[in-house]
């Protein structure tokens, strides 16, 4: 498998000669969701969510097909009849030839005044790649590589420190990142990697790596 890292949250996985797109969102770059053969997403915030780069891409390829939430589903299944598949919690599927769980129900606290939205978390082939969108969600099975969201409004370091000690991944990528200075960076990675248990790895959008 590749993993492809762009913009903020948004991960491209490769396997097979077959794409799978993770949160292609306004802060992703203005391809992100083209050339995938799925794409996953795992909640309505525009930074996960950007419609009209989903409709780009199920207009460019009619063989595209969508999972996610409710949410999100209700906004773009109308358009694209059979294509938009709606799931939750413990839910199982293929997508591109990738077999995933879904994860988790709830975003992360954002502050106690503020409604908590429906978000879940994709484990990506028995547990080689969790995307845990806007939340700090556990999964019942081990993960090898843990897309990690290392800086949001929602979060500060010792829970992603805590977080990585939970999950207990053999590894774990930044992601939604593009609030986070390069001032901050060297503080985010020595303190995660050092304290978090896993080897701690970050990618330049665009860069890839294999898993």
């Not at 420190?161 to 985010?188: C, F, G, M, S, W």
Request: aromatic share 6%; glycine share 8%.
């Amino acid at each position: 498998m590749r993993f492809t890292k762009k913009s903020h949250a948004c991960v491209r996985l490769e396997k097979d000669g077959r794409t799978l797109v993770l949160d292609p969102g306004v802060f992703s770059e203005e391809d992100a969701a083209l050339g995938a053969d799925a794409i996953l997403v795992t909640h309505e915030h525009p930074d996960h969510f950007d419609e009209r780069k989903l409709r780009g891409a199920l207009e460019a390829d009619p063989a595209v097909e969508i999972w996610t939430l409710k949410s999100v589903a209700d906004k773009i299944a109308a358009a694209f009849p059979g294509r938009v598949h709606t799931v939750g919690h413990g839910d199982t599927f293929t997508a591109a030839g990738f077999d995933v769980q879904v994860h988790g129900e709830l975003h992360a606290v954002i502050h106690p005044d503020i409604p908590r939205i429906t978000n879940v978390g994709y484990l990506v082939d028995g547990g080689r790649v969790f995307h845990p969108g806007d939340a700090l969600t556990v999964p019942d099975r081990p993960v090898e590589t843990l897309m990690l969201p290392v800086m949001a409004p929602w979060n500060k370091i010792s829970e992603v420190i805590d977080y990585v000690r939970e999950v207990k991944p053999q590894r774990a990528y930044d992601i939604h990142d593009a609030l986070l200075t390069d001032l901050a960076r060297p503080i985010y990675d020595n303190q995660i990697g050092a304290l978090g248990g896993a080897e701690h790895l970050r990618l330049a959008p665009g860069e890839s790596a294999a898993l």
